[in-house]
């Protein structure tokens, strides 16, 4: 339900001009039938929500302050005004796509181009005379500038002679420090819509605007007791889940299942970096899906055709740095997918606000891991410090989110400052999956207890820290290390007080203070709570422990699934007997990582064993039978479900990297150059190496191993993998002791091994 807000008048504005169009507006007649209008300029027969009271309030000529989730008619609480209103208005605008984008939309409700117009670094000098043109005849109706444009002087000097109706500031959420898109020309656009025009009625737009930013945007503009139209920030279409991130081959296999499964409907997937964007887009297209990378690095030609694409769903899905989507009007997106989380709670609202905007599906995937939050936090390490500290709590509130299991929907609407009731929303992983709640009535008292001897003046952290009696140099300083409370919840964990102090703020017991963002404060509420504790129950976060992977190149990928730790060992115990058989080490018949792999895939034929790491055909041949045949029978005793037959393609050309080490070591390069060349360790090339030597295939590295390995040493060394019983390295370095060989002296020794002895 949209409310009404009353905010303190700004400081005086500067006397008024005399010249042309720097006189107050006029209010608008009541006689102007708006629905009428609508329905003639626009072809539609009912405004949606309170469209219509915002209308009203602009062309009264009141500054007006609009807060709209996307998909919620945002741009046409300034379009129509300025159709029907005399003289042009003046929108401003973040992104040049996104002006270009609504110019278009504008300019295809009427039947003339030159009722809209855009000016920024794109146009020449004869399209720039055109747009002035067309502006000093009264053609134009809407005007779209980056902030940037009124920065300069001739565009302010030509302003100030024109007809303005109004000030629209589109995406105003980039005007406050703490919106995700920061940019400092924002901030002086008070200063330049003065000097064009101090009394022309302002109107700001966002769909992202916490308590925090609403202040900021009202104080930096300047709005003079402006009227603030909020709709809800639910979007009951769709559906919000999180999942851990682990293993990037088994994360992306998951990503295209989920997509095939979709069935041709359009979807966005957000990542990190630009490399990611380009990698996940190839191999999309590699298993079938219609996809495209799109990000900042590219052309803006480039970037406007694969827009187009998406648009025009020649492709379906695009595969996006968030460069990509903010004013992207396309009601059927389905699906939503992060592949890393985001910098803030906006940006994810933001993103995932891109789905279902016609009302219908939209689902909305997040892959977490503490990988990608320490990614982020390493990001703004060469930031300002003011900065840096906005950022860590837009994190924070962002990894809380991730991590909670309470439900998603009211943790999101909380976080814009709106009151979810239900408890359960019926849409989302947490309400889906309810875990049970857990009596936590004397530890709200504690926390309680703690945040008023702390006088109400620190953030959730310190409060944690005061609890589980943890004394940070901050403690120490403010000696709160003396205070009754302190250590008074060292019986629970860090995150447990974290998951309670935030349902504490869901359920309005604790509050935070907007303009010290993070200081913990004491309702009303939870002033009687504290008076008379009652029953207070909470669900604990979702830890995520094995969320620790990231998209980087050179980890190896977890096999898809998780190993059987009984079969695992079933398939040693063969390896020991197989090799005792053939008289040679067991590491030579199997490497382990290729019975972990057999152990997690169940391959019960020749050529499935074919598809583990290591096994080339010939070794499959040659060892693998009595390895599938007890993988088979294990199957049946245990009635085990196999991994489905969904095979992924992957772009990923280990068979390149393979014939690449063979040519480099052929030609003698030295091991730490080719490493480098392919941004490997040289651990890592090691265990690459050691996976083509177990295959079958030769290696001559004794051009390495002359400048690694002593030559009698070698001997020693190659003695000892001949009767040894293990693969254990670290076993191989206790019985060489004497020798005080390093990792990298056994490992390339144990390749030369397998060279020798392997086939």
Same mark, same amino acid.
């Given at each position: 339900?949209?409310?009404?807000?009353?905010?303190?008048?700004?400081?005086?504005?500067?006397?008024?001009?005399?010249?042309?169009?720097?006189?107050?507006?006029?209010?608008?007649?009541?006689?102007?039938?708006?629905?009428?209008?609508?329905?003639?300029?626009?072809?539609?027969?009912?405004?949606?929500?309170?469209?219509?009271?915002?209308?009203?309030?602009?062309?009264?000529?009141?500054?007006?302050?609009?807060?709209?989730?996307?998909?919620?008619?945002?741009?046409?609480?300034?379009?129509?005004?300025?159709?029907?209103?005399?003289?042009?208005?003046?929108?401003?605008?973040?992104?040049?796509?996104?002006?270009?984008?609504?110019?278009?939309?504008?300019?295809?409700?009427?039947?003339?181009?030159?009722?809209?117009?855009?000016?920024?670094?794109?146009?020449? %000098?004869?399209?720039?005379?055109?747009?002035?043109?067309?502006?000093?005849?009264?053609?134009?109706?809407?005007?779209?500038?980056?902030?940037?444009?009124?920065?300069?002087?001739?565009?302010?000097?030509?302003?100030?002679?024109?007809?303005?109706?109004?000030?629209?500031?589109?995406?105003?959420?980039?005007?406050?420090?703490?919106?995700?898109?920061?940019?400092?020309?924002?901030?002086?656009?008070?200063?330049?819509?003065?000097? &064009?025009?101090?009394?022309?009625?302002?109107?700001?737009?966002?769909?992202?605007?916490?308590?925090?930013?609403?202040?900021?945007?009202?104080?930096?503009?300047?709005?003079?007791?402006?009227?603030?139209?909020?709709? =809800?920030?639910?979007?009951?279409? +769709?559906?919000?889940? &999180?999942?851990?991130?682990?293993?990037?081959?088994?994360?992306?296999?998951?990503?295209?299942?989920?997509?095939?499964?979709?069935?041709?409907?359009?979807?966005?997937?957000?990542?990190? !970096?630009?490399?990611?964007?380009?990698?996940?887009?190839?191999?999309?297209?590699?298993?079938?899906?219609?996809?495209?990378?799109?990000?900042?690095?590219?052309?803006?030609?480039?970037?406007?055709?694969?827009?187009?694409?998406?648009?025009?769903?020649?492709?379906?899905?695009?595969?996006?740095?968030?460069?990509?989507?903010?004013?992207?009007? %396309?009601?059927?997106?389905?699906?939503?997918?992060?592949?890393?989380?985001? #910098?803030?709670?906006?940006?994810?609202?933001?993103?995932?606000?891109?789905?279902?905007?016609?009302?219908?599906?939209?689902?909305?995937?997040?892959?977490?891991?503490?990988?990608?939050?320490?990614?982020?936090?390493?990001?703004?390490?060469?930031?300002?410090?003011?900065?840096?500290?906005?950022?860590?709590?837009?994190?924070?509130?962002?990894?809380?989110?991730?991590?909670?299991?309470?439900?998603?929907?009211?943790?999101?609407?909380?976080?814009?400052?709106?009151?979810?009731?239900? #408890?359960?929303?019926? =849409?989302?992983?947490?309400?889906?999956?309810?875990?049970?709640?857990?009596?936590?009535?004397?530890?709200?008292?504690?926390?309680?207890?703690?945040? %008023?001897?702390?006088?109400?003046?620190?953030?959730?952290?310190?409060?944690? !820290?005061?609890?589980?009696?943890?004394?940070?140099?901050?403690?120490?300083?403010?000696?709160?290390?003396?205070?009754?409370?302190?250590?008074?919840? !060292?019986?629970?964990?860090?995150?447990?007080?974290?998951?309670?102090?935030?349902?504490?703020?869901?359920?309005?017991?604790?509050?935070?203070?907007?303009?010290?963002?993070?200081?913990?404060?004491?309702?009303?509420?939870?002033?009687?709570?504290?008076?008379?504790?009652?029953?207070?129950?909470?669900?604990?976060?979702?830890?995520?422990?094995?969320?620790?992977?990231?998209?980087?190149?050179?980890?190896?990928?977890?096999?898809?699934?998780?190993?059987?730790?009984?079969?695992?060992?079933?398939?040693?115990?063969?390896? /020991?007997?197989?090799?005792?058989?053939?008289?040679?080490?067991?590491?030579?018949?199997?490497?382990?990582?290729?019975?972990?792999?057999?152990?997690?895939?169940?391959?019960?034929?020749?050529?499935?064993?074919?598809?583990?790491?290591?096994?080339?055909?010939?070794?499959?041949?040659?060892?693998?039978?009595?390895?599938?045949?007890?993988?088979?029978?294990?199957?049946?005793?245990?009635?085990?479900?196999?991994?489905?037959?969904?095979?992924?393609? =992957?772009?990923?050309?280990?068979?390149? +990297?393979?014939?690449? &080490?063979?040519?480099?070591?052929?030609?003698?390069?030295?091991?730490?150059?080719?490493?480098?060349?392919?941004?490997?360790?040289?651990?890592?090339?090691?265990?690459?190496?050691?996976? &083509?030597?177990?295959?079958?295939?030769?290696? !001559?590295?004794?051009?390495?191993?002359?400048?690694?390995?002593?030559?009698?040493? /070698?001997?020693?060394?190659?003695?000892?993998? %001949?009767?040894?019983?293990?693969?254990?390295? /670290?076993?191989?370095?206790?019985?060489? =002791?004497?020798?005080?060989?390093?990792?990298?002296?056994?490992?390339?020794?144990?390749?030369?091994?397998?060279?020798?002895?392997?086939?």
């Amino acid at each position: 339900m949209p409310t009404a807000t009353k905010k303190p008048a700004s400081k005086a504005a500067s006397p008024s001009r005399n010249n042309k169009g720097n006189s107050k507006p006029k209010a608008a007649t009541k006689s102007i039938d708006l629905k009428a209008s609508l329905q003639e300029h626009f072809g539609f027969n009912a405004f949606k929500g309170n469209q219509e009271a915002i209308i009203e309030n602009l062309l009264a000529g009141n500054d007006t302050f609009v807060i709209k989730p996307t998909g919620g008619g945002k741009s046409l609480c300034y379009q129509l005004p300025a159709i029907i209103s005399p003289g042009c208005a003046i929108i401003v605008s973040p992104l040049i796509a996104l002006m270009k984008n609504q110019v278009d939309l504008v300019r295809g409700y009427s039947s003339k181009d030159n009722v809209a117009h855009f000016l920024n670094s794109t146009l020449n %000098k004869r399209e720039i005379k055109e747009v002035h043109d067309d502006l000093l005849n009264g053609h134009t109706k809407l005007l779209y500038v980056a902030p940037e444009t009124l920065t300069k002087q001739e565009n302010l000097d030509f302003f100030r002679d024109l007809e303005v109706s109004f000030f629209a500031v589109d995406e105003a959420h980039c005007i406050s420090e703490w919106g995700h898109d920061f940019r400092p020309e924002y901030r002086r656009l008070r200063d330049m819509m003065t000097e &064009i025009n101090p009394n022309i009625p302002v109107i700001a737009l966002t769909a992202t605007a916490t308590p925090k930013v609403q202040s900021d945007i009202v104080k930096n503009l300047h709005l003079k007791d402006p009227k603030i139209f909020i709709s =809800s920030f639910n979007r009951s279409n +769709l559906y919000y889940e &999180i999942q851990p991130k682990i293993g990037k081959d088994q994360t992306i296999k998951n990503i295209v299942r989920f997509i095939v499964n979709m069935k041709g409907k359009s979807g966005i997937i957000y990542t990190l !970096n630009r490399k990611t964007t380009e990698e996940l887009a190839g191999i999309l297209v590699a298993n079938g899906i219609k996809a495209v990378a799109y990000h900042a690095g590219f052309d803006s030609k480039l970037r406007a055709g694969r827009q187009d694409l998406f648009m025009n769903e020649d492709v379906q899905v695009i595969v996006a740095t968030i460069a990509f989507g903010m004013g992207i009007d %396309k009601p059927d997106i389905r699906f939503v997918i992060h592949y890393n989380i985001p #910098k803030s709670i906006e940006n994810y609202y933001q993103e995932t606000g891109r789905a279902g905007r016609d009302g219908l599906e939209g689902k909305c995937i997040l892959y977490y891991s503490h990988k990608d939050v320490a990614k982020l936090e390493h990001l703004m390490r060469d930031k300002p410090l003011s900065e840096r500290e906005v950022g860590a709590q837009l994190i924070n509130e962002t990894v809380a989110f991730a991590e909670t299991g309470v439900c998603r929907r009211k943790v999101l609407m909380s976080y814009f400052g709106e009151d979810y009731g239900d #408890k359960n929303c019926g =849409s989302c992983d947490n309400c889906l999956h309810p875990k049970e709640r857990v009596e936590a009535k004397d530890d709200a008292v504690k926390v309680m207890k703690v945040v %008023k001897k702390l006088d109400e003046r620190f953030a959730t952290d310190y409060v944690v !820290n005061i609890l589980i009696g943890r004394l940070t140099p901050q403690i120490n300083m403010y000696r709160h290390g003396a205070i009754s409370e302190f250590a008074s919840g !060292n019986d629970q964990p860090v995150h447990y007080w974290n998951s309670l102090m935030r349902q504490m703020l869901l359920e309005g017991l604790l509050e935070k203070d907007i303009e010290e963002y993070g200081v913990l404060k004491l309702s009303a509420k939870g002033e009687k709570f504290l008076k008379k504790p009652a029953s207070f129950k909470i669900v604990l976060n979702n830890l995520f422990e094995e969320a620790d992977d990231d998209d980087d190149d050179g980890a190896e990928a977890a096999p898809a699934g998780s190993t059987d730790d009984k079969l695992f060992e079933m398939l040693k115990e063969m390896r /020991q007997k197989e090799a005792k058989k053939k008289g040679l080490p067991p590491f030579v018949i199997f490497l382990e990582t290729s019975l972990q792999d057999m152990a997690t895939l169940y391959p019960t034929t020749i050529t499935e064993l074919e598809k583990c790491q290591g096994v080339s055909k010939g070794k499959a041949l040659r060892y693998g039978k009595p390895f599938v045949e007890l993988i088979a029978r294990y199957v049946e005793e245990n009635n085990i479900e196999r991994p489905d037959d969904f095979v992924m393609k =992957s772009v990923v050309n280990k068979s390149g +990297l393979k014939v690449y &080490i063979i040519q480099q070591t052929d030609k003698k390069i030295p091991l730490e150059a080719i490493a480098k060349n392919k941004d490997l360790r040289l651990d890592a090339l090691l265990e690459e190496m050691e996976t &083509i030597a177990a295959s079958g295939t030769k290696l !001559n590295l004794d051009y390495a191993i002359g400048e690694m390995v002593d030559e009698y040493d /070698q001997e020693d060394i190659l003695e000892y993998f %001949k009767s040894c019983e293990t693969s254990s390295l /670290q076993v191989a370095q206790q019985e060489l =002791s004497e020798g005080n060989f390093t990792w990298e002296q056994l490992k390339i020794m144990r390749i030369k091994f397998l060279n020798q002895y392997g086939m």
